[in-house]
């Protein structure tokens, strides 16, 4: 059972919007600004989307990003593209255990 | 451009230690950042083993820790990974990692993961 609960699917047509969800606790989302997303495709590597909630790494396009309410952290894609269908992990620091992730969403473009 | 590549064995017997090798290209590991593993099993999420700074200073997951060693050789520019008495339930994707000086170390670059399968 993965620390961090992430709905296992999401889905969404071509240009539209689509919010990923990232719920915790107070001791992880809750109590620290270190939630990072990654976006992995089928048989790669995971690839940095955002990092301390709302920060996107150079390179990584402005249709994505971040943000976070109480113990619960968003990923917000807008204009959905073909290539945006992946799986997406949240992660957050939790003091003693430093990384902690989702269990992991798979997103559709339809 | 910054590049990591993982190397060991594909196959481990049970009870035995799994060692994984990182050898980072286009940045040296004594300039800063911290190294990390994280693994992934077939069809699952993802789960992070540990980090380990150029100083040698390590961060392990509580949930692994007694079996998980981290290891840096800044003269070779490497990192490695052991993890001792394993079982089936260690197979996995092994991938190394990047990770920012900041809380959670967001991994910017990584490795393309090597399959590790513990099996007699």
């Known amino acids: 059972q993965s620390a961090l609960t992430q709905p296992p699917s999401a889905s969404g047509s071509p240009g539209q919007s689509v919010t990923i969800s990232c719920t915790g606790t107070?001791?992880?989302?809750?109590?620290?600004?270190?939630v990072s997303w990654y976006q992995q495709h089928p048989g790669k590597a995971p690839k940095l989307m955002i990092y301390d909630v709302s920060k996107r790494p150079s390179g990584i396009p402005d249709r994505f990003s971040g943000s976070k309410s109480g113990n619960t952290a968003s990923l917000t894609v807008s204009g959905l593209q073909a290539e945006d269908e992946a799986d997406y992990y949240c992660?957050?620091?939790?003091?003693?255990?430093?990384?902690?992730f989702g269990g992991g969403t798979k997103l559709t473009v339809l | 451009q910054v590049q990591l590549q993982e190397s060991g064995p594909g196959l481990v017997k049970p009870s035995e230690t799994l060692s994984l090798t990182c050898t980072v290209s286009g940045y040296s590991i004594n300039s800063g950042y911290y190294w990390g593993w994280i693994r992934q099993p077939p069809g699952k999420g993802l789960e992070w083993i540990g980090n380990i700074y150029h100083s040698g200073s390590t961060y392990y997951n509580p949930s692994l820790q007694s079996r998980v060693t981290i290891s840096v050789d800044t003269s070779k520019n490497q990192f490695s990974l052991k993890l001792s008495s394993v079982t089936a339930a260690d197979t996995a994707v092994f991938y190394c990692?990047?990770?920012?000086?900041?809380?959670?170390?967001?991994?910017?670059?990584w490795g393309q993961g090597t399959l590790v399968t513990v099996s007699s």
């Open positions: 990692a990047r990770g920012y000086a900041s809380g959670g170390y967001p991994f910017d670059y």
């Open positions: 107070s001791s992880d989302v809750g109590g620290y600004n270190y």
């Open positions: 992660s957050s620091y939790a003091g003693s255990n430093p990384v902690v």
